[in-house]
């Protein structure tokens, strides 16, 4: 079944029913998993639709919600695949960006068959261009990503989804499972996320990320190679000075003028004033397009201020709000927020 006929049958039955339906019972009723539920809703919610959800007893479907079908023929949404991409590929156009996110956007809320259509005739265009593509025949298949909904791992999730590629999700308890032979096989850390591509294993959110945009360069969330300057140094920044003097400075711990000359990051001020210069004024961190950079800063950036290890600074706010609503966020925050209310 296509997304496009999910998404219509899911609004029928919130339609028919009265009053919450749990996100099993509604699961259940649609013949779809959980996840793929988490998925639609978030995918709904993101273009406008009003679907309100309480922990524990379940959503509700504002009244009056109707979604018009966009009826194109395959031959027009060819058409229209063609026309923005040739603007998206062109880097030094001020439309490259927003013709990016059209494409993305238009593809998500088509039925499978039409939205991988759009995807194929970016990535034949770009090939046509001259520029060299990986296809799927020359990666390995097989993506696995391990991860728990309140870890870390919620970055990978969001990168994934916004890669638009296949993958089989393993979640894994805290504790035992985590220490269980078979991952620690994965990563002898014990610790998630970390994915399996094939034969390739990466541990480390950040190295998942900027591998994930390598194997992928159709999903253009890399710069091109010769354009990676504020691209790795704001990712890694994020991954080293930014996590680390988060974590101290969450455990209690002010280090001495001397000890400061000893850590990489030096002192939390120094940091916190270093992103918030990287990211004032800025839709994205590393250049005019959405990149991985902006999935990892942009998650250390909205996770901080939510739970209050990085202040609500200004620049945060702007920068955060042109990220939060992105429908790849949406899906992993619907993810996240059912895990909680079924008290993972």
């Not at 354009?227 to 974590?247: D, H, I, K």
């Not at 942009?298 to 996770?303: D, F, L, M, Q």
């Amino acid at each position: 079944m296509s997304r496009m006929s999910r998404l219509h049958d899911l609004l029928q039955v919130m339609r028919r029913h009265d009053g919450r339906i749990s996100g099993p019972d509604l699961a259940e009723a649609l013949g779809i998993s959980l996840r793929s539920l988490y998925q639609d809703i978030a995918v709904l919610r993101a273009v406008g639709v009003e679907i309100a959800s309480e922990p524990g007893v379940g959503y509700v479907l504002a009244p009056g919600v109707m979604l018009p079908p966009l009826r194109l023929t395959e031959a027009q949404f060819d058409a229209l695949a063609l026309g923005l991409s040739r603007v998206r590929d062109d880097a030094t156009g001020p439309l490259a960006s927003p013709a990016a996110e059209v494409l993305e956007r238009v593809s998500e809320a088509l039925p499978e068959e039409l939205g991988e259509g759009l995807a194929r005739i970016g990535r034949e265009e770009g090939a046509l261009a001259g520029e060299p593509r990986a296809t799927a025949e020359s990666r390995p298949r097989d993506l696995i990503f391990y991860t728990h909904p309140l870890s870390r791992g919620g970055i990978v999730h969001w990168m994934l989804e916004e890669l638009g590629v296949p993958y089989r999700m393993e979640t894994l308890a805290y504790g035992a499972a985590m220490k269980a032979p078979d991952y620690l096989a994965v990563n002898p850390m014990g610790k998630v996320p970390a994915i399996r591509h094939g034969d390739t294993v990466v541990t480390e959110a950040a190295a998942i990320c900027a591998y994930l945009a390598d194997v992928y360069p159709e999903a253009g969330l890399a710069p091109a190679p010769d354009q990676r300057g504020a691209y790795y140094r704001w990712l890694f920044f994020a991954a080293g000075p930014v996590e680390a003097a988060v974590s101290l400075q969450g455990c209690g711990f002010h280090p001495t003028v001397e000890q400061q000359g000893r850590l990489g990051y030096g002192h939390y001020d120094t940091v916190v004033d270093t992103l918030a210069a990287a990211v004032a004024g800025r839709r994205h961190i590393a250049g005019d397009t959405f990149s991985a950079a902006d999935v990892y800063v942009g998650s250390h950036i909205g996770w901080g201020m939510e739970f209050g290890t990085i202040p609500r600074r200004p620049e945060f706010e702007a920068y955060w709000a042109g990220l939060r609503d992105r429908p790849a966020r949406l899906r992993c925050q619907a993810f996240i927020d059912e895990a909680m209310a079924q008290g993972a």
